[in-house]
């Protein structure tokens, strides 16, 4: 009896930890990092640059991609979910907490208040998503004559306030 209760309990922890759940010291499951769950808006075809920080539950990166800046900000429209590459919405679909921005910053004022101005040499867009658990940033820019199509990431996971 002694046996096969010590064999039913080997066989639990042994899938435990080849399931890929990781347990802590006083045997509760870990939570993810920031970086872990910040890594469903790393934009696919990008490279990590410079030093990424994390820290307080938030992780910040910069990434660059050779893709077209069209093509990123349309991924990012896609991921966060908002309302076309400007604007903002608020519990979309009836979901509560989750709220959404997108601005475009790429062109010069126009001369009314919804006219558009002559394009900049620089596209920039900030593309933001709050939910209830967390909220998250990016900035996706590209000059007029640069190669690459810069975003910069940031990721705060509000479940630990």
């Known amino acids: 009896m ?19 759940l ?7 499951p870990k939570e993810k990092s920031a970086k872990e769950l910040a890594k469903e808006f790393f934009y696919p075809a990008a490279e990590r640059f410079g030093e990424d920080r994390e820290g307080a539950r938030m992780y910040q990166a910069k990434f660059t ?11 990012y429209v896609k991921t966060f979910g908002t309302p076309g590459d400007e604007g903002i919405a608020f519990n979309p679909g009836q979901q509560p907490g989750i709220r959404l921005s997108a601005a475009d910053d790429s062109r010069q004022p126009g001369k009314a208040e919804r006219a558009a101005g002559e394009p900049r040499p ?9 939910t209830n658990d967390n909220v998250v940033v990016a900035v996706v820019s590209r000059g007029k004559d640069e190669k690459l199509t810069h975003v910069a990431l940031t990721f ?6």
């Open 156 to 161: 705060l996971d509000n479940r630990a306030q």
């Open 65 to 75: 991609t050779p893709d077209d800046v069209g093509k990123v900000t349309g991924w």
């Open 2 to 20: 002694r046996t096969a209760r010590l064999g039913i309990l080997l066989l639990a922890g042994g899938g435990l930890l080849f399931s890929g």
């Open 22 to 28: 990781r347990m802590s010291a006083d045997g509760k």
């Open 122 to 130: 620089l596209t920039l867009q900030v593309f933001v998503k709050k």
